[in-house]
Nanobody, 118 residues
Framework: QVQLVESGGGLVQPGGSLRLSCAAS????????MSWYRQAPAKEREFVAGITSTGDSTTYADSVKGRFTISRDNVKNTLALQMNNLKPADTAVYYCNVWGVLPDRDSWGRGTQVTVSS
C-alpha cells in the first residue's frame, strides 16, 4: 500500500523556521515527481512545491519562493520541505503528494499542522 507520513509540523513564531519531512513507502519513490500542498482554514488545498524524481528541478508557488526549499533523499525515501522566514499566512495543514502510483489518482499523507503565530 502507498503510504505517505508527514512529520515536523508545530507552532513557530513569525520569522522562524521549520523543516517538514514525508516518509514514503509502498512504491518506487525514486521514479516519481513529489509535491507538497497545503490547506489553510477556509481555503482550498494549494500547491506549495514540487521536485522531479531525481531532484534536479524544483518548482515553487509564488507565495513561498525564496523562503521554502523542497528536497528529497531517494536512498531514505523521504521528501523534505525547509521553511524559513515563516509568516502567519503560512499557517496550514501541509500534505505530501504523489500522482499516478494508484491509477489516475493522487495519494496523500494525513498532513502535519504548521501554525505561525506570536
Amino acid at each position: 500500500q502507498v503510504q505517505l507520513v508527514e512529520s515536523g509540523g508545530g507552532l513557530v513564531q513569525p520569522g522562524g523556521s521549520l523543516r517538514l519531512s514525508c516518509a514514503a513507502s509502498g512504491f518506487s519513490f525514486s521514479t516519481y515527481y513529489m509535491s507538497w500542498y497545503r490547506q489553510a482554514p477556509a481555503k482550498e488545498r494549494e500547491f506549495v512545491a514540487g521536485i522531479t524524481s531525481t531532484g534536479d528541478s524544483t518548482t515553487y508557488a509564488d507565495s513561498v519562493k525564496g523562503r521554502f526549499t523542497i528536497s528529497r533523499d531517494n536512498v531514505k525515501n523521504t521528501l523534505a520541505l525547509q521553511m524559513n522566514n515563516l509568516k502567519p499566512a503560512d499557517t496550514a495543514v501541509y500534505y505530501c503528494n504523489v500522482w499516478g502510483v494508484l491509477p489516475d489518482r493522487d495519494s496523500w499523507g494525513r498532513g502535519t499542522q504548521v501554525t505561525v503565530s506570536s
